[in-house]
Nanobody, 116 residues
Framework: QEQLVQSGGGLVQAGGSLRLSCSASETQRVITILGWYRQAPGKSRELVASITSGGSTNYADSVKGRFTISRDDVGNTVYLQMNRLTPEDTADYYC??????????WGQGTLVTVSS
């Protein structure tokens, strides 16, 4: 069984919106979702948005004002609302979490493609 399950990727036109979700198979005491990363073709994986257990958030400069990260504590799910998407946002998006035993786990990834 996957420890983190992602959904919400797809193809969207520039200016459109998508919402990604990352759902943990265990409670937050076992798996704490830390944030979202993305990796474009030929580039390294970069941090897009992070969220603490207390709800504090931080964003990469390239997405500030357009992306919003949020957490549903009841379902141990973290979302990434992406608005006003541009072709430069095209990438594979991954959520990352801390696991009490394995320390670092990643979601399976989801492709976001923004057409111009």
């Amino acid at each position: 069984q996957e420890q983190l399950v992602q959904s919400g990727g797809g193809l969207v036109q520039a200016g459109g919106s998508l919402r990604l979700s990352c759902s943990a198979s265990e409670t937050q005491r076992v798996i704490t979702i830390l944030g979202w990363y993305r990796q474009a073709p030929g580039k390294s994986r970069e941090l897009v948005a992070s969220i603490t257990s207390g709800g504090s958030t931080n964003y990469a400069d390239s997405v500030k004002g357009r992306f919003t990260i949020s957490r549903d504590d009841v379902g141990n799910t973290v979302y990434l609302q992406m608005n006003r998407l541009t072709p430069e946002d095209t990438a594979d998006y991954y959520c990352k979490a801390y696991h009490y035993r394995y320390h670092e786990v990643w979601g399976q990834g989801t492709l976001v493609t923004v057409s111009s």
